[in-house]
């Protein structure tokens, strides 16, 4: 999904490896530099990337974010961005199209990047697109979203969602699974540092902070799981947020007060947001959108991740397990705290 990052300061921070050692000595680099040394530590504002959760991507677009933010439309052999927003009514409504010919022979074909996809019964395995090993073709009859997890909706109903990825992934009961966004505190880096996957990160907002784990790729820093955000706003974490539609019916009651970083995204747009004195029009989803604007500080080890073979993490990674990696690489959050201070020293003097 597209970033939407308020501002970032880079920063190179010098330190000595070591359990025992805690020197932290900071260095102003310069903007955009790429050449870091043991940690990258940064102060951005933090968009929702939900890709990963088990209620990302769901049948009838109904999950956590757009089927446009997971896929790139096929029209005559060309690629049409379904991210762009001219392009985003052209999407959904092939994607419907699609999904009522099941994915079939005839229905309008998509590259998809952050949906999972298999292969129809008696078809040869997807092909890939767009170049891109981790790309693949679906619709047409050339593949299909692979199913995902039970999640429930508004009205209690039990939903399988499409099977959502992350360039990170973790053994999990000895299988290999992609990280969950909803369980898993995580960041996204851009897709030109592939080396950060796997990384431990800490994460501070305000007078709360976490360890984190950089999860998957995207356009830029300054991404989060839905975990990220939620521990950084609350004390416990709340239970899972069912997906929509919210029925016209339902509108602008109790079930639309939603906790950050969920939002109500109406079928037709802002103008029918809940209001004093009107009444809605459209049903709504409720989207994983709530962005903290401009108010955190990360720090990324570059070094410092759970055993790995390429992206797979071979262990499962828990808040505990990747906790326990970073202290036991002699990073504790004493540590982490004076790291992420050095943004404080070299700010630029007014």
Not at 295 to 304: M, P
Request: glycine share 10%; net charge positive.
């Amino acid at each position: 999904m597209p970033a939407r990052i308020a501002f970032s300061i880079l920063v190179i921070v010098s330190l000595t490896t070591g359990a025992q050692s805690q020197a932290v000595t900071c260095t102003v680099a310069a903007h955009g530099q790429l050449n870091f040394p043991d940690a990258l530590v940064m102060q951005t504002g933090l968009a929702v990337n939900p890709d990963g959760a088990a209620a990302s991507y769901a049948p009838g677009d109904h999950g956590y974010t757009y089927i446009s933010n997971g896929v790139n439309l096929i029209a005559d052999g060309k690629k049409i961005s379904c991210s762009k927003k001219a392009n985003n009514q052209l999407c959904t409504d092939r994607w419907k199209e699609a999904e009522l010919g099941k994915f079939g022979p005839g229905t309008p074909e998509f590259c998809s990047f952050a949906i999972a996809v298999i292969a129809l019964p008696g078809s040869p395995p997807p092909q890939t697109c767009e170049g891109k090993s981790y790309r693949f073709i679906l619709g047409n009859g050339k593949g299909q979203p692979a199913p995902g997890y039970q999640v429930t909706n508004i009205e209690g109903q039990t939903v399988t969602t499409y099977l959502s990825t992350t360039t990170l992934m973790h053994r999990v009961g000895g299988e290999a699974r992609y990280v969950d966004s909803s369980s898993l505190p995580g960041l996204v880096v851009p897709e030109a540092r592939p080396d950060l996957v796997g990384s431990i990160a800490w994460v501070r907002m305000g007078s709360r902070s976490t360890f984190a784990i950089v999860n998957d790729t995207g356009p830029a820093f300054g991404e989060a799981t839905v975990a990220l955000h939620e521990v950084l706003q609350y004390d416990t974490p709340p239970p899972p947020q069912p997906i929509g539609p919210i029925p016209l019916a339902r509108r602008c009651s109790e079930v639309e007060t939603l906790r950050i970083p969920f939002v109500s995204r109406p079928d037709h747009g802002d103008k029918d947001l809940c209001r004093a004195g009107r009444k809605p029009t459209s049903p709504s989803d409720i989207r994983a959108y709530g962005d903290i604007p401009g108010g955190v500080q990360s720090v990324i080890l570059k070094s410092v991740k759970p055993p790995m073979r390429g992206n797979l993490a071979t262990i499962e990674l828990t808040p505990t397990s990747i906790r326990e990696t970073a202290i036991s690489a002699g990073y504790d959050e004493k540590r982490l705290a004076a790291m992420a201070d050095c943004l404080n020293r070299s700010a630029p003097k007014r």
